[in-house]
């Protein structure tokens, strides 16, 4: 975690005027204050769905405040596995896990969560559909056709196979004990529990919605809070939930609003309008720290920020042009810029957190910045100047926009052709009807272990091969390998070998820096940001001295 002090902040960009701005005051909701969130995005697909709200700005929304996991994630801490609606659980073997339920959790609509919760929300109606426990086959949208409202989007079950490749199904022991079992071994299962998607729903609240859209956008679970009000596009609201099996949550609301100019954002938080205000850009720090009353934190976190390739077009379709635009990118220039050195290029598609269980691979780093190379690369390939279109949204990532002019330009100092396209939302980028070439991305290590993100986001059932942007066979074959086996040695081999396809071979994607997030913050509020996108408003994290 990095803090900034003000002198800090002058240091790195230099002293700006700040006006002399009051502090802002908590608006009490009775006994508790409440908060109100500025951020650029609220979510993506409009719905509260793990399954399918697979993002960075999802997970500051869904967790850890509304949804839980039998395993959650460590947000305040190292993000390993700490016990949640389950309070133990052992391997019985490479194949199954079992765990022991937490007795008396309530759901918000006041049902005790049961093994019969847990399996639902692991079943082929809630997530797989008829897909079979098996990896290493790519699944896509249009394999499963949804034949009601109530029935799941064709994407979940695609999802459901790319966060549990073998998973058979979900065993009821009793009231409070569970078996997932799987077809295959996999090292990795309890790391998929506090992973995105596997949290518990409530099975009742399930069926007497009359549409999944009707649930999706209000589902119950056993968060500390529940969802009082969300107006996609525009806020989301969540209420305590006094009947928290951990406890009585510290504030009485939480309001996500939607703003996507940082300037509104940074304006309303010191006018105070928002308590809070999410993914500043560096250059944005300064003004909020010389305000009296205010502070910024910041933290590199688990997550990278990466450009992908569209092998369907014909110029990418080439190995030799998209090793090339690797070997383009000075990276170390754009951290020095954009992020004042407050960031830094990573070994690849890695994390040091791997170093913990000897799956980093040393020695490995990102394709040095090679403008001479560049240039060969794109003599053999033959490259005659044609355009490349690289689609573009308005600042989805920090500096986003300003990151994507600086590539273009260094693309452009090699002699490729690239033209950025301006797009509106997610849905424009991924747009198959046109054709496609970059695209921004991001990649997060959610398990731990390579696996995320590797095969995760670029294996069989990544998106980028759903969305049928690239594929590699020897890849993919990899991936059943760091699916299924349990040799660790075999395990590290195999990702070493992926690094080399997806990053020098045949580029899936190229790493440009690890991510980083800023939020100002009224100092007052005595709150402390995770490691992570997430934002964690539980009784630990936040200073109160309300019974």
């Known amino acids: 975690m990095l803090n900034l ?34 951020v650029q995005k609220i979510t993506i697909n409009n719905t509260l769905d793990p399954w399918r709200e697979q993002s960075n700005v999802g997970e500051r929304v869904l967790y850890p405040n509304l949804w839980e996991g039998l395993i959650l994630r460590d947000w305040m801490g190292d993000q390993g596995p700490v016990p949640g609606l389950a309070t133990e659980w052992h391997r019985i073997d490479d194949k199954t896990l079992e765990l022991k339920l937490r007795e008396g959790v309530r759901f918000h609509n006041g049902d005790e969560m049961t093994a019969e919760d847990v399996a639902f ?7 797989f559909g008829d897909t079979q426990p098996a990896g290493g086959q790519t699944i896509f949208s249009e394999n499963y056709t949804p034949e009601t409202a109530k029935d799941i989007p ?52 399930w069926d007497e919605a009359a549409t999944y859209n ?4 209000k589902p119950v679970t056993t968060g500390p809070y529940f969802v009082e009000d969300h107006r996609p596009d525009v806020s989301l609201t969540y209420r305590a939930f006094d009947d928290y099996w951990g406890g009585r949550p510290p504030l009485e609301r939480i309001t996500f609003v939607e703003v996507p100019e940082v300037s509104s954002r940074v304006n309303g938080l010191l006018s105070g309008e928002y308590d809070f205000a999410c993914d500043l850009p560096p250059d944005q720090i300064n003004g909020v720290m010389n305000t009296p009353g205010f502070e910024v934190q910041s933290s590199t976190i688990w ?32 951290v020095a810029a954009l992020w004042g050195g407050m960031t830094k290029v990573p070994a690849g598609l890695q994390f040091e957190s791997f170093r913990s269980s000897d799956m980093f691979i040393e020695g490995w780093s990102v394709p040095e910045y090679d403008p001479d190379l ?42 490729l052709n690239v033209e950025i396209e301006m797009k509106e939302n997610w849905g424009q980028i991924l747009d198959a009807s046109t054709t496609r070439g970059i695209r921004d991305w ?18 069989p059932n990544g998106s980028i091969q759903q969305y049928k942007e690239w594929t590699n066979t020897e890849l993919n074959s990899l991936s059943q390998v760091m699916e299924t086996s349990t040799d660790h040695a075999k395990r590290k081999k195999a990702i070493a070998r992926m690094l080399e396809i997806a990053e020098r071979e045949d580029p899936a994607y190229q790493v440009l820096h690890q991510n980083a997030v800023f939020t100002g913050m009224r100092s007052e509020l005595n709150w402390k940001a995770a490691p992570a996108f997430a934002m964690d408003f539980r009784a630990p994290n936040w200073a109160t001295n309300d019974g």
Not at 317 to 325: Q, T, Y
Not at 387 to 403: C, K
Not at 442 to 449: G, L, M
């Open 374 to 415: 560049a240039r060969e690369l794109l003599k053999q390939a033959n490259y005659k100047g044609d355009p490349i279109p690289y689609r573009l949204l308005n600042n989805y990532y920090i500096n986003q926009v300003s990151n994507g002019q600086i590539m273009v330009e260094m693309w452009k100092q090699v002699g």
């Open 5 to 38: 002090n003000r002198r800090q902040a002058i240091n790195l960009f230099g002293a700006a005027a700040g006006g002399l701005m009051l502090p802002g005051y908590l608006r009490a909701q009775g006994a508790r204050p409440s908060v109100t969130v500025a």
């Open 121 to 127: 929300s692991f079943s082929p109606e809630r997530v």
């Open 154 to 205: 064709a994407s979940l079950p695609g999802v459901g196979r790319r966060k549990w490749p073998a998973l058979a199904g979900v065993e009821v022991v009793d009231r409070y004990t569970v078996r997932f079992h799987n077809a295959t071994p996999d090292v990795t299962m309890e790391g998929r529990l506090y992973a995105g998607g596997s949290q518990i729903l409530n099975r009742r609240a």
């Open 214 to 217: 009707d649930w999706a956008t």
């Open 303 to 334: 997550n990278h920020r990466v450009s992908c390739f569209n092998t369907e077009h014909p110029v990418l379709a080439d190995p030799l042009v998209r090793r090339a635009m690797t070997h383009s990118i000075d990276r170390d220039a754009i």
């Open 442 to 459: 991001s990649a997060s290590n959610t398990i731990n272990d390579p696996i995320t993100p590797m095969v995760v986001q670029f294996g």
